[in-house]
Each structure stands twice: as structure tokens, then as C-alpha cells.
């Protein structure tokens, strides 16, 4: 079963000589390597131009944003799996792919794993094993540790470009609502994340959210309200408790 890892990348040099490290000395694993670069003029065309013997493909090229890149890397794919690391983002160790591909099913549509925040020091988010609803209105899966069945961009679509902060929650709410099989590997870690960035940014993340489910699942409206609403005034008692040094 052939794994297809996607790199995008727009002047981020350093970040996407991480990424390529990390993915390139992984031991006993078989996938093949998409790098998609958004025209960089940083020296990260020349970063892929060195070790481009050993990607399946690569383009330098001027795009729409991360999702536009991301869907060109999902087309080109002729894996059964696809992975998103984005350049600045970093395998766990060595291990880790050849570990996930022994979890790996074709009857399995989206597997995930745990996450280390490349903090400092770093610190493990880990996930439940069952989601819900619920767990989609408060927050998402970690796209780093979330590997998709290309036969879920088949069926619902690819990434949704109007939503250029949430689209891969989206897709994930989507595959949820439409009971697509979602697994938890609890034994490894699969990469590292920055959680900085503008797509971390929970406030423009909300408005987004609830403009993208108004689109496409206002159903859910009732619930996504509540939801915010719980999260305000949790947020409220967590403010509160911290000004008053309560553990």
C-alpha cells in the first residue's frame, strides 16, 4: 500500500530543509514524495532542486494559497494514503512512517495519531479515540497526524479554497457527517507542529468555521452556537482562575 507524503512550501527555506530531512531519512518505509512550492524566491527552489532525485515530483510554481497547493500535490498523488507535512513541520523519528503503514487498510478511510507541539519544551496533545460532533465544534485533528484515503478526496471533493484558514477541518467535519471511519493509532507519535501561524489563530478560525458550516452544513448551526457559547465562558473561568493563582 503506497503512501504519498505532500510538502507545500512558499518562502520558507529553513523550514522546508527540515521537513525534507526529516521525511528523506526515514528507514524501511515505501511512499513517494511530492514537494509544491509556491514560486519561493527565498533559495527554497534551490534547496529542492538539490535532492530532487529523490522526490516522485516537484514544481516551483505561483499559486492561490496553501489549499490550491495542497490540491495539486492530492491530484498528482497515486498513493492509496495521502499526508500533508507542511514545509517547517517534521516526522517524529525515523520509525514513523514505516509504524504507520503497518496500520494502514484500504477499508480505512482516515487514520490519525498524538502530536508533539514543537513548543518550548515540547509538549504531547494527544487525541480521543472516538470522536464526535462535538469534538469538531470545539476543535480538529492535527492535518500533520491525519492521514486521508484519496478515495475521500474522490468522493466529497478536494480542499474547499474559499475557506483558506479551515478547509481541512472542513473536509474532516464532512467525512464525519457523512460516517467515513476515523481510527486512532495510539502507539506513535507521528510529527512534530508549530502551532504558530495564522492559520492558529482561534479567533479568525471561528468566524471562519461558522461561515463554512452556514455554507455547507447549517444543520449544525444550533449546536456550533452552543458550543461557542460553552467555550466563552470557559475560557472566562480559566482567565478568572488564573488571575487568582487557582490550580
Known amino acids: 500500500m503506497l503512501l504519498s507524503i505532500i510538502t507545500v512550501n512558499l518562502n520558507n527555506k529553513a523550514g522546508l530543509q527540515k521537513t525534507i530531512e526529516s521525511v528523506l531519512n526515514q528507514q524501511a518505509a515505501c511512499f513517494e514524495y511530492i514537494i509544491i512550492d509556491g514560486g519561493s524566491t527565498d533559495g527554497s527552489k534551490e534547496v529542492i532542486e538539490n535532492a530532487q532525485h529523490q522526490f516522485s515530483y516537484w514544481v516551483s510554481e505561483k499559486d492561490e494559497g496553501i489549499y490550491q497547493a495542497m490540491n495539486k500535490g492530492i491530484k498528482l498523488a497515486k498513493g492509496d494514503f495521502i499526508l500533508l507535512l507542511n514545509s517547517g513541520d517534521c516526522l517524529y523519528h525515523a520509525n514513523s512512517i514505516s509504524i504507520l503503514s503497518q496500520h494502514l487498510n484500504h ?23 472516538k470522536l464526535t460532533v462535538d469534538f469538531f465544534l470545539s476543535t480538529s485533528l492535527c492535518h500533520q497526524t491525519t492521514v486521508i484515503s484519496k478515495k475521500i ?39 512534530y507542529f508549530d502551532p504558530g501561524g495564522i492559520s492558529s489563530n482561534f479567533e479568525l478560525n471561528q468566524k471562519q468555521r461558522a461561515i ?15 458550543k461557542q457559547r460553552q467555550l466563552r465562558w470557559q475560557y472566562r473561568f480559566n482567565k478568572i482562575k488564573a488571575l487568582l493563582n487557582i490550580n
Open 212 to 226: 463554512a458550516l452556514k455554507d455547507n452544513l447549517p444543520h449544525l448551526m444550533g449546536q456550533w452556537h452552543a
Open 107 to 129: 477499508s480505512g478511510d482516515i487514520y490519525y495519531t498524538d502530536v508533539m507541539l514543537n513548543t518550548h519544551p515540547p509538549r504531547l496533545k494527544r487525541y480521543p479515540e
Open 153 to 191: 478526496f474522490q468522493q466529497l471533493g478536494l480542499y474547499d479554497c474559499r475557506y483558506n484558514l479551515i478547509a481541512d477541518w472542513l473536509l474532516l467535519l464532512r467525512s464525519f457527517q457523512q460516517n467515513k471511519s476515523f481510527t486512532y493509532i495510539p502507539d506513535i507519535i507521528l510529527a
